[in-house]
Nanobody, 124 residues
Framework: QVQLVESGGGLVQAGGSLRLSCAAS????????MGWFRQATGKEREFVAAINWIGSSVYYGDSAKGRFTISKDNAKNTLYLQMNSLKPEDTAVYYC?????????????????WGQGTQVTVSS
């Protein structure tokens, strides 16, 4: 089992930045890939970013490219998402997810464990 707890969400003005964190426990953090997804009200859960087990390979969804950075600190068992140049359309609940394999995963089906989510609201 893996437990994931997100933090760092909040209210920010357009153009601002936030850094989300996801603390993991319950299994060796360094052995599996992780990702961030988001879900806006009335919409499906959307892939944001993924990182492989060691942090050497990352991949971003179209909405995150050039603005967001995913990283993981295996010593701290923590996943991060640095979000810059935020836009109102980035408003959503952001979820941290952990997979069961080491390689990148791009869809919800690739992840077995999910956090409770953290709300990000970007005002115009």
């Amino acid at each position: 089992q893996v437990q994931l707890v997100e933090s760092g969400g909040g209210l920010v003005q357009a153009g601002g930045s936030l850094r989300l964190s996801c603390a993991a426990s319950g299994r060796t953090f360094s052995t599996y890939a992780m990702g961030w997804f988001r879900q806006a009200t009335g919409k499906e859960r959307e892939f944001v970013a993924a990182i492989n087990w060691i942090g050497s390979s990352v991949y971003y969804g179209d909405s995150a490219k050039g603005r967001f950075t995913i990283s993981k600190d295996n010593a701290k068992n923590t996943l991060y998402l640095q979000m810059n140049s935020l836009k109102p359309e980035d408003t959503a609940v952001y979820y941290c997810a952990a997979g069961t394999v080491a390689g990148l995963q791009f869809t919800t089906r690739g992840y077995a464990y999910w956090g409770q989510g953290t709300q990000v609201t970007v005002s115009s």
